[in-house]
């Protein structure tokens, strides 16, 4: 068995400088035990496509730009097909929930999408055109809240 208390050795007498030696002995343990975990950003990606996306990131930093475009369009293409395929395990999972009357997971994979990428990147952001009574759609703010409160 070892002494939890080892690694901090003698302390000095003051108690600023006491505080900065544990301190710094507590993170470089932290440090040397425990591994770094990052969240996944993109949980669409598989891995390939995240091995592609690391080689274009090195060809960039390497200054090759044949390489980089090389590897921009096939990221590009298989990080398409991997966010359809993200949808489409999300709609899977949809029709499983509604076969077996479980609208939880409905809801919690409505919710997925909802926070999905095409969504915060889509130009109108949801916004729906409001139509004035002629047909034409609202060109500002001020129209849209003045064919509102005509409504």
Not at 47 to 70: F, M, N, Q, V, Y
Not at 93 to 105: F, I, M, P, W
Request: aromatic share 6%.
């Amino acid at each position: 068995m070892t002494n939890s208390f080892q690694a901090l050795g003698s302390l000095p007498e003051d108690v600023k400088s006491s505080w900065l030696a544990i301190r710094n002995v507590i993170l470089q343990s932290e440090q040397s035990t425990l591994p770094v975990v990052q969240k996944a950003k993109r949980l669409w990606l598989t891995p390939d496509t995240i091995s592609i996306l690391d080689k274009k990131c090195e060809a960039r930093l390497r200054g090759s730009t044949e390489d980089w475009r090389k590897y921009k369009g096939i990221f590009k293409v298989r990080a398409m097909q991997d966010l359809e395929n993200y949808y489409s395990r999300l709609a899977d999972e949809a029709e499983e929930g509604v076969k077996r009357h479980n609208l939880r997971s409905v809801f919690r994979t409505v919710r997925k999408i909802a926070s999905s990428p095409s969504h915060h990147h889509s130009s109108n952001h949801g916004d729906v055109p409001m139509l004035r009574g002629d047909g034409q759609s609202c060109r500002s703010t001020e129209e849209t809240l003045e064919c509102w409160c005509s409504h």
